[in-house]
C-alpha cells in the first residue's frame, strides 16, 4: 500500500547536523509535492518545509529557514531533510507527507504520513 | 506564523454531536479555503480527516464535517464514537508558500 518510511533520526549534540530521509512506495513520487512536519514532545504539530513535485521550489518555517534544507531525489523515490546547526528546541518527532493533489496544488491537505523519526537535540 | 487557535479540550458521550473551532485571521484561514483536518491517537501519524475547508478524503466517516465562517473554521463530529477519541488539529495556507497548524484539540469521549 501506499506507504512512506522515515529514517535518520537519533541524538545529537547542539551545534551539529543530521539528514533525514523518508522513502516511498506504491506511489508516483515525482508527481507529488512532499513536506515534513515535526511534533516536539508533548507539543502540536508544526509545519517545518514543503517541496514541489519537480523539486524546483522548497519553501520553509520561519523557525528553520537558513539552517534546514529540505530535497528530493525523484530517481529514489526518496526526500530529504538536512538539519544544520541544530538547537535543543528542534528535539520532535519528524514526519514526512504526502501532498493530498497532484503537481502544483501544495497545499490542500496531506494525506499519507510517515510513522515519524525521533530527533534528540542535546549535549 | 502564529499558530492557529484551538481550544486545548472538548468533551461529549457518545451519539452527541461535538465541534471544535480554529480561528485563525484574515491572511490565513479567512483568506484561502484551504483549512485541512487532522486527527492524532497517542504514539500514531496525523491522519487526514477535512481537506479544503469540508471535503472528506474517501474512508472517512460521514460523522466528520467541516465550514468556515470568516477567520475561523470548525471541525463537528456527530454521533460521537469511542474511537473518535484522540487530538485534533487544524491547517490553514498561510500565504507566501507556508502552512501554520492550530495548537491542537483532546477530544474525550465520556
Known amino acids: 500500500q501506499v506507504q512512506l518510511v522515515e529514517s535518520g533520526g537519533g541524538v545529537v549534540q547542539p551545534g551539529r547536523s543530521l539528514r533525514l530521509s523518508c522513502v516511498a512506495s506504491?506511489?508516483?513520487?515525482?508527481?507529488?509535492?512532499m513536506h515534513w512536519v515535526r511534533q516536539a514532545p508533548g507539543k502540536g504539530l508544526e509545519w517545518v518545509a514543503v517541496?514541489?513535485?519537480?523539486?524546483?521550489?522548497?519553501y520553509y518555517a520561519d523557525s528553520v529557514k537558513g539552517r534546514f534544507s529540505i530535497s528530493r531525489d525523484n530517481s529514489k523515490n526518496t526526500l530529504y531533510l538536512q538539519m544544520n546547526s541544530l538547537r535543543a528546541e528542534d528535539t520532535a518527532v519528524y514526519y514526512c507527507?504526502?501532498?493530498?493533489?497532484?503537481?502544483?496544488?501544495?497545499?490542500?491537505?496531506?494525506?499519507?504520513w510517515g510513522q515519524g523519526t525521533t530527533v534528540t537535540v542535546s549535549s | 506564523q502564529s499558530a492557529l487557535t484551538q481550544p486545548a479540550s472538548v468533551s461529549g458521550s457518545p451519539g452527541q454531536s461535538i465541534t471544535i473551532s480554529c480561528t485563525g485571521t484574515?491572511?490565513?484561514?479567512?483568506?484561502?479555503?484551504?483549512v485541512s483536518w487532522y486527527q492524532q491517537n497517542p504514539g500514531k501519524a496525523p491522519k487526514l480527516v477535512i481537506y479544503?475547508?469540508?471535503k472528506r478524503p474517501s474512508g472517512v466517516s460521514n460523522r466528520f464535517s467541516g465550514s468556515k465562517s470568516g477567520n475561523t473554521a470548525s471541525l463537528t463530529i456527530s454521533g460521537l464514537q469511542a474511537e473518535d477519541e484522540a487530538d485534533y488539529y487544524c491547517?490553514?495556507?498561510?500565504?507566501?508558500?507556508?502552512?501554520?497548524f492550530g495548537g491542537g484539540t483532546k477530544l474525550t469521549v465520556l
Open positions: 479544503e475547508v469540508s
Open positions: 506504491e506511489f508516483t513520487f515525482n508527481n507529488y509535492g
Open positions: 484574515s491572511s490565513d484561514v479567512g483568506k484561502y479555503n484551504l
Open positions: 491547517c490553514s495556507y498561510a500565504g507566501s508558500d507556508t502552512l501554520v
Open positions: 507527507a504526502k501532498c493530498l493533489s497532484q503537481r502544483g496544488s501544495y497545499y490542500y491537505g496531506m494525506d499519507v
Open positions: 517541496i514541489w513535485h519537480d523539486g524546483s521550489d522548497k
